[in-house]
T-cell receptor, first 117, second 114 residues
Framework: AQKITQTQPGMFVQEKEAVTLDCTYD???????LFWYKQPSSGEMIFLIY??????QNATEGRYSLNFQKARKSANLVISASQLGDSAMYFC??????????????FGKGTLLTVNP | DAGITQSPRYKITETGRQVTLMCHQT?????MFWYRQDLGHGLRLIYY???????DKGEVPDGYVVSRSKTENFPLTLESATRSQTSVYFC?????????????FGDGTRLSIL
């Protein structure tokens, strides 16, 4: 069973607008962490934001925020005021003990975001 | 600068050859990981290490060997390269195994096997 699902293979957004990238997850463990990474065309993986399963508030990091709905098992990334440099592949990932490999990251397949001028 | 460094960035080799991908981190992180990234599969864990001299298999370990004699280094060896091992390889590290710790990635090695 897929543990991390990103249903949007590609998304387009106009510069300066906000965009939401969807992520749903599946785990039976009460303690887990959710992460978003950005992979620009240059290829590196950049950590953006983290949300813990016990966190009461949604995580925010600058223009990035996480819309965490625990009951729905969703952790959507919201990018406000999109910039051309936000064009990249975005990966949702989860780290949980049930992963078996000592808290390895399980990744979704990614969403390719294109910001139009 | 402190961080995680992979070398080489690009490598072309032939089937049957042995090739080693290097990974070096300066944070003294206990945990290190090797992933491969393939179109349609996302990132998949090959091997990981919880500390020096402690390694374990991930999802797709066949055809790969790792070692970790020093905390800062975690080389990945393809003993006899096959075309199916053509991929982008990422090394990552994290401070601990707690679920709130992000993994920090190197820039990747793009490996082509002809």
């Amino acid at each position: 069973a897929q543990k991390i699902t990103q249903t949007q293979p590609g998304m387009f957004v106009q510069e300066k607008e906000a965009v939401t990238l969807d992520c749903t997850y599946d785990t039976s463990d009460p303690s887990y962490g959710l992460f978003w990474y950005k992979q620009p065309s240059s290829g590196e993986m950049i950590f953006l934001i983290y949300q813990g399963s016990y966190d009461q508030q949604n995580a925010t990091e600058g223009r990035y925020s996480l819309n965490f709905q625990k009951a729905r098992k969703s952790a959507n990334l919201v990018i406000s005021a999109s910039q051309l440099g936000d064009s990249a592949m975005y990966f949702c990932a989860m780290r949980d003990p049930s992963g078996g490999s000592n808290y390895k990251l399980t990744f979704g397949k990614g969403t390719l975001l294109t910001v139009n001028p | 600068d402190a961080g995680i460094t992979q070398s080489p960035r690009y490598k072309i080799t032939e089937t049957g050859r042995q090739v080693t991908l290097m990974c070096h981190q300066t944070w003294s992180h206990s945990y290190m990981f090797w992933y491969r990234q393939d179109l349609g599969h996302g990132l998949r864990l090959i091997y990981y290490s919880a500390a020096a001299d402690i390694t374990d298999k991930g999802e797709v370990p066949d055809g790969y060997v790792v070692s970790r004699s020093k905390t800062e280094n975690f080389p990945l060896t393809l003993e006899s390269a096959t075309r199916s091992q053509t991929s982008v390889y990422f090394c990552a590290s994290s401070e601990s195994s707690y679920s709130n710790q992000p993994q920090h990635f190197g820039d990747g090695t793009r490996l082509s096997i002809l």
